[in-house]
């Protein structure tokens, strides 16, 4: 009699045992999801799962030129040195956001930017004379970007950013007569960008300050022999420098 209520109470034992096994074995992904949260990723994993989203984007640029001299620089009379004087712009854009994998993301940006650039003319004369030739910018950008983002922490994660950006200026004055006597830029331009960042994940959307730099890997200068402004200079490239501020959801 002994001996069945040893077995009964291993038989019985054991089975508590393996239902408490897998009991816990079930509470594990739960728990280790709530531990999570305690971190404070409670909005982070809302946006997760959604493999794609869209948003606006408002930022503030400061835009400029880099000139290079050309050869016949020295030989010039009149003018000492070319300088580039930036000036400040905003921008208003779209955000598209696609997912790839849990690191990375491709990002299409396009954008309606305003900027206003200055190219100074250092000329010789007995009273120091300078001249400017103010370009006022109204660019439809058009920048692809990939993004690679850290772990979350506390609803928030750093990033980083790198692409290339296609920008055409709507309010060019290239094409008009007026720019007979002035330097022409061109209205179209390629640039390489790169930045970092930091993501907010609220409740509702994500809120993502970001700086860029922006380097003009074309020439903009549209050469013309009879300007002597212009064969003072052998190519000009882009730079701009934005603050973004990113709304996405």
Not at 28 to 39: A, N, S, T
Not at 146 to 169: E, H, Q, T
Not at 203 to 227: A, M, Q, R
Request: hydrophobic share 40%.
């Amino acid at each position: 009699m002994y001996t069945l209520n040893a077995r009964s109470l291993f038989h019985l034992s054991w089975r508590k045992v393996a239902f408490l096994l897998l009991l816990l074995l079930g509470l594990c992904p739960l728990l280790l999801q709530g531990q999570r949260r305690d971190l404070g990723n409670y909005n982070f994993y809302d946006f997760q799962t959604k493999p794609y989203y869209f948003g606006i984007t408002l930022a503030i640029n400061r835009a400029s030129f880099l000139p290079f001299r050309s050869r016949d620089f020295i030989y010039s009379d009149s003018i000492q040195s070319v300088e580039s004087i930036d000036g400040p712009g905003f921008n208003l854009g779209i955000v598209t956001n696609l997912k790839i994998g849990q690191y990375f993301d491709f990002r299409f940006l396009p954008t309606l930017s305003f900027a206003e650039r200055n190219l100074r003319y250092d000329r010789e004369s007995r009273v120091r004379d300078f001249t400017q030739r103010k370009v006022t910018s109204v660019l439809v950008e058009m920048p692809f970007h990939f993004r690679y983002k850290s772990a979350p922490y506390r609803d928030k994660r750093l990033f980083v950013i790198a692409g290339i950006k296609y920008n055409f200026d709507v309010a060019s004055d290239s094409r008009t007569r007026q720019a007979e006597t002035l330097v022409k830029i061109s209205p179209h331009d390629f640039a390489i960008e790169y930045g970092a960042g930091i993501q907010f994940f609220f409740p509702y959307f994500i809120f993502s300050p970001e700086f860029k730099v922006s380097h003009g890997i074309g020439n903009t200068l549209i050469f013309n022999p009879n300007l002597e402004e212009s064969t003072v200079l052998e190519k000009i490239l882009s730079r701009t420098f934005t603050v973004s501020f990113h709304f996405e959801g």
